[in-house]
């Protein structure tokens, strides 16, 4: 997938050699198709004719079959949609799924050999009965039928007797310079098709309202269409007084049928719609360029009135505005259709778009805008939606941004149509949520190169990144290039390679040629890797003769920098720093200047905004002002962001505890970041709490994230009546690195590493417990739907006032879904070996704390403090039971089998198949150890009730002679186990190992 390029002439020449070289195949196709409605199939009679154009010649031809894809859990769409939680291809009713058909290919008119492609049932092969040379024609004909499957699936269905009909045929794949794209359908990847001609006749009860792609050339249609639409227009204002939104019950389907035809030439596909309950609005929108006019239609339910009565204002504009910065709409008419697409809030198709649904009329306008827009990104530039999906989703929203921005300057409704103005996000527009949510992603670390295949993206990255960071950063370019070249730019790609198939070096070669820049920084960097954007002011100095400002480039592209000049909060000046440089000098006109920023917009992506801006006046001049913010919020680019929130807390020395939260964790994250959160103990009488402060680097190396941070907490650890003294309490400082390994492939393996020291100083009771020691681990993580891996190697060493120890531990732990229904029920398997390797005893009567228990570590032995406790030192009650499940992970409460020398373990979990409920459980757990003198071992075994990984109950039904002895006479309820997991804190601030 990666391309190099050598810039200049080489590339230019090259691209010029390439366009006189480029070809593509051509399908015209003629299909009579008619819908059953009572069993919600279509027989249909296709036969198109396939043009080889491509300098080789054929042997065979690659169809797709994608109603297939729904045929059952093992298509790449069943898998898909398995892995992503959704299971009704895997286990869902038979009705619900689809299938294609009755199949019979005749090349020419004779019958030939085909099959099904080993791997996927949607796709097949056509061995043709003589060679199609190069320049030769064919035409392949075949019946078909297709089962219709439930709406809620993917893109094509019914959902009851609406119907989605759409990937509905068979279809060549693509053959290009690079070969056949043969691609099974699926939910995260679109298409990559074919340019030719469609002429399709549709048979369909009279009543059905239709909506499809081309030009209607049935009269009595368009005068049926025509009618309803003036219907609608008197309709409307009843529809919208239709308060209790009844769903509109289907009508009965007429006995008369009607058959109706369309027509279309340089497209790559056909879709219909067809809904007896239909309403329509139509209108027409003149061209800026070529002031032709374009019929536009819209079709909806009724009760969808309220935001569809300005759908035709929406189609119009943005058919307008698109044509306006690309190229004019080359075909007569456009629709957009309302319907229940779940492959996302809608679906495009050439000169139709599907639209789901909406909450809102501004969401409405965003969605049927994007899809519109698809007709120029997609629809007229047929790139590769499947591999360079950025082509069309990216550039898109880049166009569906500007159009917001264009139409509504100045207006932030987006964001409260989103967030409905909750919490402090209520200053972002439309661009600016793309930034955070693309921001946040990158520095979580979790991002991939922009050029990644659709099926390998994970699902926050197919929109953060595939949408959002490509709007992003071709925004920077037009900011950069100005409006007018970029325009221009855009504008030579349309022209050059409408009703073709641009790969992305025919942007590129265009775009360059166009503007004369050299913008590798663009497509190699930021299209290709996940390098991120970081400019610095590093000096700036005003005098008589203008102002000199320093710029650093400290992040890993070296792109062009915008540069701005205020006075009064006016911007007096803008310059651009060239793209390749690391430290420029720029020399600005404007004197007397008291604010100096880079990118005052906010249209550069860059990763961290805080490092942007200079002023004349203050104390501390690269210092931003504080703004104090309830909770959360944004992190603004020239202001220090502080939240704060009361508290409160609890635990059994400390008792009550109240105070205050301050942080500065605003979306998206700055690299430094802190929390503190002081509370006044009832039990201590004075200050309890926990402080934690981290830096992030996003290296970019082998490593994804890097974080240093340092983490203290001190809390009272016993109930001594002593307050006020700080004895009884202890305070602990833990300084930490966190590394997180790349993983842009979406390998299901990734790896993490934790090193952390401890510094504990407590005071209690005469018992020498302070120490110093650190960790470090290393964790590695596979994650299928069905499989999860966990695999940890630790070593921890200590040298306290009471013990001086070193411990190496493996835990490994296995879940996989056993029960592979709609139940989802898992069998965990854990085994755990861990060896004291150094124990030198300074104080005998103080060792718990640094020895392994069978059943997991309690408060004492959390040397790391890694677990909240509601009371870290109680070795009796309900609260000592509060462990975790490490060390032998047995479910017991028993302090049998507390060792210092070393201990292994094999522990098993069985979530029970009772439908529903999944909290329940039976477990065993097997120990062995080594107690300075003997070898023992012991058995548990139970029932259990386990609610997520925070809470669980475990009643024993068995246990090994010893281990029951251990209990004594004591009560059954005493042997009940609890666990509580309460690191919530801990795992928001930190990556988590192995979690
Ligand atoms: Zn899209």
């Given at each position: 997938m990666k391309h190099f390029y050598i810039f200049a002439l080489l590339a230019a020449l090259s691209n010029t050699a390439f366009a006189q070289n480029y070809w593509q195949q051509e399908v015209n196709y003629t299909i009579k198709v008619k819908l059953n409605d009572k069993h919600h199939t279509l027989s249909a009679f296709e036969e198109f004719e396939y043009i080889n154009n491509s300098p080789n010649s054929l042997d065979s031809i690659y169809i797709h079959?994608?109603?297939?894809?729904?045929?059952?859990?093992?298509t790449a769409l069943g898998k898909q949609k398995y892995t992503s939680g959704e299971m009704e291809l895997a286990?869902?009713?038979?009705?619900n799924k689809g299938g294609i058909d009755s199949l019979d290919f005749r090349v020419n008119g004779k019958t030939v050999k085909w099959t099904y492609d080993k791997k996927h049932i949607d796709i097949c092969v056509l061995y043709l009965p003589e060679t199609l040379q190069s320049g030769g024609r064919i035409s392949v004909s075949t019946p078909f039928k297709v089962k219709i499957p439930s709406g809620?699936?993917?893109?094509?269905?019914?959902?009851d007797q609406s119907y989605?009909?759409?990937?509905w045929y068979p279809k060549p794949a693509v053959y290009d310079k690079n070969g056949w794209h043969p691609i099974p359908y699926l939910n995260q990847g679109e298409f990559y098709s074919e340019f030719g001609s469609f002429d399709v006749t549709i048979t369909l009860p009279e009543n059905y309202v239709v909506g499809a792609t081309?030009?209607?050339?049935?009269v009595t249609e368009m005068e049926f269409l025509t009618a309803l639409a003036e219907k609608t227009s008197k309709e409307i204002p009843s529809m919208l007084t239709n308060t209790k939104k009844e769903t509109t019950a289907f009508p009965t389907s007429s006995s008369v049928y009607k058959t109706i035809r369309y027509t279309q030439d340089r497209v790559h596909d056909f879709a219909w719609f067809a809904d007896k309950r239909y309403a329509a609005l139509k209108g027409e929108v003149t061209l800026p360029v070529s002031k032709r006019k374009v019929t536009s239609w819209a079709l909806f339910v009724p009760q969808n009135a309220a935001n569809w009565q300005h759908a035709i204002e929406y189609i119009n504009d943005g058919t307008y505005y698109y044509s306006l910065w690309?190229?004019?709409?080359?075909?007569n008419s456009v629709t957009a259709v309302d319907g229940t697409i779940s492959a996302g809030g809608g679906m495009e198709y050439p000169t139709i778009t599907v639209i789901g649904n909406t909450s809102s009329k501004e969401e409405l306008e965003v969605v049927i805008v994007h899809e519109v827009g698809h007709n120029w990104f997609y629809?007229?530039?047929?790139?590769n939606e499947r591999t360079h999906g950025w082509m069309d989703e990216g550039m898109n929203t880049l166009n569906e941004v500007r159009y917001v921005q264009t139409k509504?300057?100045?207006?932030?409704r987006m964001s409260d149509m989103v967030?409905?103005?909750?919490?402090?996000?209520?200053?972002?527009d439309h661009h600016d949520l793309n930034d955070i949510s693309f921001r946040m992603t990158a520095i979580l670390g979790a991002d991939q190169p922009i050029e990644t295949p659709s099926e390998v993206f994970t699902s926050t990255n197919y929109g953060t990144v595939m949408y959002m960071k490509t709007g992003l950063v071709f925004t920077y370019l037009k900011d950069y290039l100005g409006d007018e070249l970029f325009d221009k730019s855009m504008q030579a790609y349309f022209e050059e390679w409408k009703f073709k198939h641009p790969q992305p070096e025919d942007m590129r070669a265009t775009l360059e040629r166009v503007s004369g820049k050299d913008l590798s920084w663009l497509f190699t960097d930021l299209i290709q890797t996940t390098k991120y954007i970081d400019y610095k002011i590093a000096r700036v100095k005003t005098g008589a003769s203008g102002t000199s400002v320093t710029v650093k480039n400290v992040g890993q592209v070296a792109g062009p920098i915008e540069i701005n000049a205020l006075k009064d909060s006016v911007i007096v000046e803008t310059v651009w720093v060239e793209p390749g440089t690391q430290k420029t000098r720029v020399q600005l006109?404007?004197?007397?200047?008291?604010e100096v920023r880079i990118d005052v917009s906010k249209?550069?992506?860059?990763?961290?905004?805080?490092?942007n801006s200079w002023k004349s006046?203050?104390?501390?001049?690269k210092v931003e002002p504080l703004k104090l913010e309830f909770l959360i919020g944004d992190n603004e680019a020239n202001r220090s962001n502080i939240f704060w929130t009361p508290i409160v807390a609890g635990n059994v020395y400390d008792k009550f505890m109240v105070g205050a939260a301050v942080h500065n964790?605003?979306?998206?994250?700055?690299?430094f970041q802190y929390l503190v959160a002081p509370m006044y103990s009832f039990g201590r009488q004075m200050v309890s709490g926990i402080g934690e402060f981290s830096y992030t680097f996003?290296?970019?190396?082998?490593?994804k994230v890097s974080r240093f941070g340092l983490s203290v907490k001190s809390f009272k650890v016993d109930?001594?009546?002593?307050?006020?003294?700080?004895?009884g309490a202890y305070l602990a400082i833990s300084p930490y690195w966190q590394a997180k390994f790349k993983n842009e492939r979406n390998s299901p393996i990734s790896h993490n590493f934790l090193a952390q020291g401890i510094l504990r100083y407590t005071n209690y009771?005469?018992?020498?417990?302070d120490y110093v020691g650190g960790f470090a681990g290393y964790s590695v993580d596979y994650k299928k739907p069905d499989h999860v891996v966990n695999l940890k190697i630790r070593t921890d060493i200590i040298s306290g006032k009471a013990v001086e120890m070193g411990r190496v531990t493996i835990e490994s732990i296995y879940r996989f879904r056993?029960?592979?229904?709609?139940?989802?029920r898992w069998i965990e398997l854990r085994a755990f070996i861990g060896n004291n390797y150094y124990f030198k005893v300074?104080?005998?009567?103080?060792?718990y704390a640094y020895s392994m228990s069978l059943s997991g570590n309690d408060g004492a032995q959390d040397l790391f403090f890694e677990n909240y406790y509601f009371g870290r030192g109680t070795v009796d009650g309900l609260w000592s039971q509060q462990r975790d499940e490490n060390m032998g992970g047995f479910k017991s409460t028993s302090y049998y089998g507390t060792t210092s020398n070393w201990m292994g373990a094999g522990n098993l979990y069985v979530q029970l198949p009772i439908p529903k409920l999944s909290i329940f459980g039976v477990f065993a757990d097997f120990g062995t150890f080594y107690n300075g003198t003997s070898v023992n071992s012991a058995i548990n075994a139970g029932a259990a009730i386990r609610i997520s990984s925070v809470f669980g109950m475990y009643f024993p039904i068995w246990m090994s002679k010893e281990l029951d002895a251990?209990?004594?006479?004591?009560?059954?309820?005493?042997k009940i186990r609890l666990t509580l997991k309460l690191n919530l804190v801990n795992k928001g601030l930190k990556l988590g190992i192995g979690e």
């Amino acid at each position: 997938m990666k391309h190099f390029y050598i810039f200049a002439l080489l590339a230019a020449l090259s691209n010029t050699a390439f366009a006189q070289n480029y070809w593509q195949q051509e399908v015209n196709y003629t299909i009579k198709v008619k819908l059953n409605d009572k069993h919600h199939t279509l027989s249909a009679f296709e036969e198109f004719e396939y043009i080889n154009n491509s300098p080789n010649s054929l042997d065979s031809i690659y169809i797709h079959l994608w109603p297939n894809a729904y045929r059952n859990g093992k298509t790449a769409l069943g898998k898909q949609k398995y892995t992503s939680g959704e299971m009704e291809l895997a286990f869902g009713e038979e009705k619900n799924k689809g299938g294609i058909d009755s199949l019979d290919f005749r090349v020419n008119g004779k019958t030939v050999k085909w099959t099904y492609d080993k791997k996927h049932i949607d796709i097949c092969v056509l061995y043709l009965p003589e060679t199609l040379q190069s320049g030769g024609r064919i035409s392949v004909s075949t019946p078909f039928k297709v089962k219709i499957p439930s709406g809620e699936i993917s893109r094509l269905g019914h959902i009851d007797q609406s119907y989605q009909i759409t990937q509905w045929y068979p279809k060549p794949a693509v053959y290009d310079k690079n070969g056949w794209h043969p691609i099974p359908y699926l939910n995260q990847g679109e298409f990559y098709s074919e340019f030719g001609s469609f002429d399709v006749t549709i048979t369909l009860p009279e009543n059905y309202v239709v909506g499809a792609t081309g030009d209607l050339q049935t009269v009595t249609e368009m005068e049926f269409l025509t009618a309803l639409a003036e219907k609608t227009s008197k309709e409307i204002p009843s529809m919208l007084t239709n308060t209790k939104k009844e769903t509109t019950a289907f009508p009965t389907s007429s006995s008369v049928y009607k058959t109706i035809r369309y027509t279309q030439d340089r497209v790559h596909d056909f879709a219909w719609f067809a809904d007896k309950r239909y309403a329509a609005l139509k209108g027409e929108v003149t061209l800026p360029v070529s002031k032709r006019k374009v019929t536009s239609w819209a079709l909806f339910v009724p009760q969808n009135a309220a935001n569809w009565q300005h759908a035709i204002e929406y189609i119009n504009d943005g058919t307008y505005y698109y044509s306006l910065w690309n190229g004019d709409y080359p075909y007569n008419s456009v629709t957009a259709v309302d319907g229940t697409i779940s492959a996302g809030g809608g679906m495009e198709y050439p000169t139709i778009t599907v639209i789901g649904n909406t909450s809102s009329k501004e969401e409405l306008e965003v969605v049927i805008v994007h899809e519109v827009g698809h007709n120029w990104f997609y629809g007229i530039l047929g790139s590769n939606e499947r591999t360079h999906g950025w082509m069309d989703e990216g550039m898109n929203t880049l166009n569906e941004v500007r159009y917001v921005q264009t139409k509504y300057p100045n207006n932030t409704r987006m964001s409260d149509m989103v967030l409905n103005g909750r919490f402090h996000f209520d200053d972002l527009d439309h661009h600016d949520l793309n930034d955070i949510s693309f921001r946040m992603t990158a520095i979580l670390g979790a991002d991939q190169p922009i050029e990644t295949p659709s099926e390998v993206f994970t699902s926050t990255n197919y929109g953060t990144v595939m949408y959002m960071k490509t709007g992003l950063v071709f925004t920077y370019l037009k900011d950069y290039l100005g409006d007018e070249l970029f325009d221009k730019s855009m504008q030579a790609y349309f022209e050059e390679w409408k009703f073709k198939h641009p790969q992305p070096e025919d942007m590129r070669a265009t775009l360059e040629r166009v503007s004369g820049k050299d913008l590798s920084w663009l497509f190699t960097d930021l299209i290709q890797t996940t390098k991120y954007i970081d400019y610095k002011i590093a000096r700036v100095k005003t005098g008589a003769s203008g102002t000199s400002v320093t710029v650093k480039n400290v992040g890993q592209v070296a792109g062009p920098i915008e540069i701005n000049a205020l006075k009064d909060s006016v911007i007096v000046e803008t310059v651009w720093v060239e793209p390749g440089t690391q430290k420029t000098r720029v020399q600005l006109k404007s004197t007397a200047v008291d604010e100096v920023r880079i990118d005052v917009s906010k249209e550069i992506p860059e990763l961290y905004r805080n490092n942007n801006s200079w002023k004349s006046t203050g104390l501390f001049k690269k210092v931003e002002p504080l703004k104090l913010e309830f909770l959360i919020g944004d992190n603004e680019a020239n202001r220090s962001n502080i939240f704060w929130t009361p508290i409160v807390a609890g635990n059994v020395y400390d008792k009550f505890m109240v105070g205050a939260a301050v942080h500065n964790m605003g979306i998206p994250f700055n690299k430094f970041q802190y929390l503190v959160a002081p509370m006044y103990s009832f039990g201590r009488q004075m200050v309890s709490g926990i402080g934690e402060f981290s830096y992030t680097f996003s290296p970019q190396n082998i490593l994804k994230v890097s974080r240093f941070g340092l983490s203290v907490k001190s809390f009272k650890v016993d109930s001594s009546s002593t307050i006020r003294k700080n004895e009884g309490a202890y305070l602990a400082i833990s300084p930490y690195w966190q590394a997180k390994f790349k993983n842009e492939r979406n390998s299901p393996i990734s790896h993490n590493f934790l090193a952390q020291g401890i510094l504990r100083y407590t005071n209690y009771g005469g018992l020498k417990s302070d120490y110093v020691g650190g960790f470090a681990g290393y964790s590695v993580d596979y994650k299928k739907p069905d499989h999860v891996v966990n695999l940890k190697i630790r070593t921890d060493i200590i040298s306290g006032k009471a013990v001086e120890m070193g411990r190496v531990t493996i835990e490994s732990i296995y879940r996989f879904r056993y029960l592979k229904n709609s139940m989802k029920r898992w069998i965990e398997l854990r085994a755990f070996i861990g060896n004291n390797y150094y124990f030198k005893v300074k104080d005998n009567s103080n060792t718990y704390a640094y020895s392994m228990s069978l059943s997991g570590n309690d408060g004492a032995q959390d040397l790391f403090f890694e677990n909240y406790y509601f009371g870290r030192g109680t070795v009796d009650g309900l609260w000592s039971q509060q462990r975790d499940e490490n060390m032998g992970g047995f479910k017991s409460t028993s302090y049998y089998g507390t060792t210092s020398n070393w201990m292994g373990a094999g522990n098993l979990y069985v979530q029970l198949p009772i439908p529903k409920l999944s909290i329940f459980g039976v477990f065993a757990d097997f120990g062995t150890f080594y107690n300075g003198t003997s070898v023992n071992s012991a058995i548990n075994a139970g029932a259990a009730i386990r609610i997520s990984s925070v809470f669980g109950m475990y009643f024993p039904i068995w246990m090994s002679k010893e281990l029951d002895a251990s209990y004594g006479n004591s009560k059954y309820g005493e042997k009940i186990r609890l666990t509580l997991k309460l690191n919530l804190v801990n795992k928001g601030l930190k990556l988590g190992i192995g979690e």
